[in-house]
Nanobody, 125 residues
Framework: QVELVESGGGLVQAGGSLRLSCVASGRTFNNYAVGWFRQAPGKEREFVANMWSGGSTYYADSVKGRFTISRDNTKNAAYLRMNSLKPEDTAVYYC???????????????????WGQGTQVTVSS
């Protein structure tokens, strides 16, 4: 069992930056793929970014070039650095961990085994 806790959300003006953190407890984080998803009001949860244990990453087209996912296995933590934020980035952001995903389904939230409670990010125009 892995428990995930996100932090770092908040209110920021358009063009600003935030860094989200996800700290894992329970099992060692090292062998899990980590994903960040977000859900805006009235919309489905959508993929944002993913990082495999080996360091490979994928990003949604909407955030590519603005967001950076990283992880520190020594701290059992993952991060999402968000720059040049836009009002459309407003959502609850979730951290997730997966034991078995592939390059075909890394964007599928159903493939992730563990989820955090989410942290709200609000970008004002």
């Amino acid at each position: 069992q892995v428990e995930l806790v996100e932090s770092g959300g908040g209110l920021v003006q358009a063009g600003g930056s935030l860094r989200l953190s996800c700290v894992a407890s329970g099992r060692t984080f090292n062998n899990y793929a980590v994903g960040w998803f977000r859900q805006a009001p009235g919309k489905e949860r959508e993929f944002v970014a993913n990082m495999w244990s080996g360091g490979s990453t994928y990003y949604a087209d909407s955030v590519k070039g603005r967001f950076t996912i990283s992880r520190d296995n020594t701290k059992n933590a993952a991060y999402l650095r968000m720059n040049s934020l836009k009002p459309e980035d407003t959502a609850v952001y979730y951290c997730a961990a997966a034991t078995h995903i592939t390059s075909w389904d890394y964007h599928n939230s159903g493939r992730y085994d563990y989820w955090g409670q989410g942290t709200q990010v609000t970008v004002s125009s």
